[in-house]
């Protein structure tokens, strides 16, 4: 079985720095793109960043600069650092692969931007 367990979310002041983690299990996980996506309420699930096998990472324009996405093998772990935070970044943050020609989420953690 598949498991992506996310932490990190909180509340936090606009300018402000957050750091999310995700934790998988029942994968070989080094081998995996590993995602963060986000929804805020009222809107479509978006993808924010992408971190592949060889650590070549992708984000999307809206984050690009603020938020960095990196992995560490040994541990099973993706994290999302989240600098420079906007109220518009307000969302449910969820890790996501793809394993198995299947698409695994992790339950999501809430992150809340206040201005």
């Known amino acids: 079985q598949v498991y992506l367990v996310e932490s990190g979310g909180g509340l936090v002041q606009a300018g402000g720095s957050l750091r999310l983690s995700c934790t998988a299990s029942?994968?070989?996980?080094?081998?995996?793109?590993m995602n963060w996506h986000r929804q805020a309420p009222g809107k479509q699930r978006e993808l924010v960043a992408s971190?592949?096998?060889?650590?070549?990472?992708n984000y999307t324009d809206v984050v690009a600069g603020r938020f960095t996405i990196s992995r560490d093998n040994a541990w099973n772990r993706v994290y999302l650092q989240m600098n420079s935070l906007k109220p518009e970044d307000t969302a449910v943050y969820y890790c996501h692969t793809k394993a198995w020609g299947t698409d695994r989420w992790g339950r999501g953690t809430q992150v809340t931007v206040s201005s």
């Open positions: 029942g994968i070989n996980f080094k081998i995996y793109t």
């Open positions: 971190i592949n096998s060889g650590g070549a990472t």
